[in-house]
């Protein structure tokens, strides 16, 4: 049976009457058949096609059905599903396959079947030893030649011998799968020999970071931890079994003692480390990720050009009996190897040798550079793929145009040879390219991350300017703020904090309304000092205990109060961070002292439509808002410079990390140490923030009563009583006795225009009686008493006209009112009627007496309280009956009795 260890070059072809060999047609169909066996393993592959999955039922052992192809192009096909119940042992006598015996001797070997005469599979375990959960299944072509010898005498029509080839399914231990695992194609049992690889990440607290030293110690920790890990991984890819894959990168040199001296001297200066040690945290985090592509691009590495012959020649492993019908998974069998294509779509191998170059020159040009330019670059975030992200500042870039660290950055770069095309900080060095130099003024949709690189070491001030120059200057969505690390020593840069802008500008706004208010004094101060020195008719009194006039006080206290004006209104001019809030406040309370003694003074004989601004000055407190303003804005402040604290802040948003940029819409932050102001770090949050305080309870500040002088030191005070009380006291007095009356009023008639019309009348009226003079009957009266009577009856009836037209809307007071005057009413027309009676002669036409007699009778008519109507009417009766010599008075009176 032909096989693929010798490829034939030539067979025989025939011609007519040519005598044909055995050797001669042998070798034609072996060219055909090795042909047939190239294209299967050439150009299809070879390994497990489909199916061919194991699993325990019952006791038995199922296979399915399908088909494997060997690495010497045998078919293997199982058309049905395959139940074996029983097992003997594998002795091999015939073909005596020699992947079956590594060392020699025969793997132990047990073959599945279903003859009455072989053991019981239930038996399996206590027969050999071997559970079956433990072991492994084999499918095996048993190829071999087998010679009948049976020529007699003359009769040889069956000579010749046969190829004879049988399928059998073999157990073995999984202990002893390795040799036949081992024979699969390379790249796959190097994947396996690789260990799984994850960092342990720095976590922070704010409780643990009050300097450098702590944020240090927590990224110390992590980077020594994950140094160790890498040492172990690395020192894995690479040796004699690397060689096929790796063996002409290096020469003759293990890159691995390299690198794992770099990763101790690394290590072994974290204790000296003043800044900068995310960025060792960053390297090894780029080469953990590599190192995990790396691995990856091995697992699925099972395309393969020319396969080994003797890989599996005439075997495929089927993988463990417990696996079930999962186990096309596991590593203990064999999967399909496919060649590549002619133009291959996944160059596995390809991109796994330049990972493992990109490890080696990460390692050799890994250096955190000095403290430059600010720079930033669009980006992808860590769940890119590393080739895909922007390379990092601090590995070097080399003048080797071969080995610099740029050309094994990025596979698919490297496969279109347009590394120059990759953006970086340090791309002048390798690129022309205006998309590299200056990615910021291109597209950048498909960047979901800026690196921001290069403010290391710079001052806090000078990095975060060019940072938000850069910023302004390309539109980019992210924000800037800086943080201080150490938490003992005073913070040097305090951010600005939301609320600052409102409330400065209302303790402005406030200034300016202090300042509108000082400008009406000066100026209220200038009117009154002038009306005051031109006026020529001012009391003859003197200004308190002193002998000083009015003029002579106005005329220095107007002086005094300019000049102490001006002097606040020089405080109100500085900006709030020059405003001397105690300054200011004495200066403001001698302003207020000065303008309260002239407003006592002046309020006496100057008359104003409305306040003055004297009053208005003495009696507002909105100077004290600027204190309040003040405390709060110091509060506030002390909340800003909380937050400006890395601990404190940190506290407050605890998705802060660090990542070397930060993401759009995001948040980057400088950490700068307060010793020195310069950047020793940075972190970012995923989102925009914004300087909220801490809480979100009121700001209030703790209010004195007041700490201007007392209301009543700088205003006077007197009681006024009610108005219709007065009224009433001295309408009572008046009915008593008339006569004698002296009315006890304090009022001036401007301050009586609260009152209706006939209430004012009352009032006016009453006034003119005290000073003795006609009111209603000015000019009609020479007895002014009998004026003065007159005068009050007029004002009562029109008092009482005013509360009865009111109705039920009259008040309680205006009734009582009404009352009493109707009572002094009637007391001063019965007084009156009888003096009027008393004289000696009749009542003459036109003379004062009947004039009072008509006002009389009308003010009798608006009476309505019958008690005063019949009191009235049987005192005029009695006049009436007493003046029967005088027909024309008892007439009139007989009138005012029918009213």
Avoid at 56 to 64: A, D, N, P, Q, V
Avoid at 177 to 198: C, G, Q, R, W
Avoid at 438 to 463: C, M, N, S, W
Avoid at 696 to 713: G, I, N, P, Y
Wanted: proline share 4%.
């Amino acid at each position: 049976m032909s096989t693929l260890d010798q490829v034939l070059q030539t067979y025989t072809v025939f011609e007519d009457n040519q005598v044909l060999t055995a050797g001669q047609l042998n070798q034609r169909m072996d060219y055909l058949e090795q042909q047939t066996r190239l294209s299967r393993v050439r150009l299809h592959g070879i390994g497990l096609v489909c199916g061919l999955n194991l699993s325990l039922e019952r006791g038995r052992i199922r296979l399915s059905k399908g088909s494997a192809v060997t690495s010497q192009g045998d078919l293997l096909n199982l058309a049905e599903n395959q139940l074996f119940g029983r097992f003997k042992l594998f002795t091999d006598p015939d073909a005596r396959y020699a992947p079956f015996r590594p060392a020699g001797a025969l793997l132990e070997l047990y073959e599945l079947g279903n003859d009455t005469s072989d053991s019981l599979l239930s038996d399996f375990e206590s027969r050999t030893a071997i559970p079956l959960t433990q072991a492994c299944a084999v499918l095996y072509l048993e190829s071999y030649l087998f010679d009948p010898d049976l020529c007699t005498g003359g009769d040889c029509d069956n000579q010749g011998q046969q190829q004879r080839t049988q399928l059998k399914v073999l157990l073995l231990h999984q202990d002893h799968v390795a040799h036949l695992l081992n024979s699969a194609p390379p790249f796959k049992p190097l994947f396996l020999s690789l260990d799984e690889l994850s960092l342990p990440r720095p976590i922070l607290t704010g409780a643990g970071v009050d300097d450098y030293p702590d944020l240090a110690r927590v990224y110390v920790n992590a980077v020594t931890e994950a140094a160790a890990r890498l040492k172990t991984v690395l020192s894995q890819t690479y040796g004699d079994n690397w060689r096929l894959l790796l063996g002409d990168l290096y020469g003759d040199a293990n890159p691995v003692t390299r690198w794992s001296a770099a990763l101790d001297s690394l290590v072994a200066g974290l204790a000296r480390s003043t800044s900068g040690i995310q960025y060792i945290w960053d390297h090894l985090k780029n080469i953990a990720a590599t190192y995990r592509e790396f691995r990856e691009a091995l697992w699925g590495a099972d395309e393969i050009c020319c396969p080994d012959i003797a890989a599996f020649p005439k075997h495929v492993l089927l993988g463990p009996l417990e696996a079930g019908a999962g186990n096309a998974q596991t590593h203990q069998r064999h999967d399909f190897y496919a060649p590549p294509p002619a133009q291959p779509q996944n160059r596995r191998l390809q991109k796994a040798r330049l990972l493992h170059q990109r490890i080696d020159a990460m390692i050799a040009a890994f250096a955190i550079p000095a403290a430059t330019q600010v720079r930033v670059t669009p980006s992808r975030t860590d769940r890119a793929a590393l080739e895909e992200q922007a390379l990092p500042y601090y590995y070097a870039v080399t003048d080797d145009a071969i080995n610099s660290i740029q050309m094994c950055w990025s596979y698919t770069h490297a496969l279109r040879r347009n590394q120059d095309a990759i953006v970086s900080y340090n791309a002048d060095r390798y690129s022309r390219l205006p998309q590299a130099l200056t990615p910021l003024r291109y597209d950048l949709d498909d960047a979901d991350f800026f690196r921001i690189e290069g403010h290391l070491g710079l001052t806090v001030d000078d990095a975060e300017n060019q940072l938000n120059t850069l910023i302004k200057t390309y539109n980019l969505p992210i924000k800037v703020i800086a943080l201080q690390i150490e938490t003992a020593l005073p913070v040097l840069r305090p951010r600005p904090h939301i609320g600052f802008k409102d409330l400065k500008s209302l303790h402005y706004l406030h200034r300016r309304d202090i300042g509108r208010t000082l400008g009406n004094i000066k100026t209220y101060t200038g009117t009154v000092k002038q009306k005051v020195q031109a006026a020529t008719d001012l009391p003859e009194k003197e200004v308190g205990d002193d002998t000083i006039s009015y003029k002579a006080f106005i005329n220095d206290s107007a002086d005094e109060l300019q000049t102490a004006v001006s002097e606040v209104g020089n405080h109100l001019n500085a900006t709030y961070r020059n405003f001397n809030h105690a300054n200011f406040a004495a200066s403001y309370r001698s302003a207020v002292q000065k303008t309260a003694g002239i407003n006592k003074r002046v309020k006496g004989i100057a008359y104003n439509t409305a306040a003055s601004p004297y009053e208005k000055l003495v009696n507002d407190t909105k100077f004290k808002w600027l204190d309040w303003i003040d405390g709060i804005l110091k509060k506030r402040e002390e909340k800003a410079k909380a937050l400006s604290i890395f601990a404190k802040f940190l506290d407050e948003a605890p998705a802060m990390v660090h990542l070397a940029g930060v993401h759009p819409g995001g948040t980057f932050i400088l950490v700068y140490a307060a010793r020195t102001n310069r950047v020793v770090a940075d972190f970012c949050l995923p989102y925009w923030y914004y300087d909220l305080p801490a809480d979100d309870e009121a700001e209030e500040e703790e209010l004195e009563v007041s700490d201007k002088d007392d209301w009543l030191q700088l205003n006077d005070f007197a009681i006024r009583p009610s108005k219709t009380l007065i009224l009433e006291k001295n309408i009572e007095a008046l009915s008593k006795n008339f006569g004698d009356l002296k009315i006890d009023l304090q009022l001036q008639s401007d301050k009586l225009n609260i009152y209706s019309a006939s209430s004012s009348k009352l009032a006016d009226t009453f006034l003119k009686v005290q000073q003795e003079e006609t009111a209603a009957g000015a000019g009609l009266y020479r007895d002014k008493e009998m004026g003065a009577k007159a005068a009050l009856l007029e004002a009562q009836a029109s008092y009482i006209e005013m509360v009865e037209g009111k109705g039920d809307a009259a008040t309680a007071e205006e009734r009582s009112l009404k009352a009493q005057m109707e009572k002094a009413g009637g007391e001063i027309i019965k007084e009156s009627m009888k003096k009027v009676a008393g004289g000696a002669k009749d009542l003459q036409p036109g003379s004062e007496e009947e004039k009072f007699i008509d006002t009389a009778t009308r003010s009798w008519s608006k009476i309505t309280n019958e008690e005063v109507k019949n009191d009235v009417s049987r005192e005029m009766n009695a006049v009436a009956g007493t003046s029967g010599r005088k027909p024309i008075l008892v007439n009139k009176i007989n009138n005012f009795i029918n009213k």
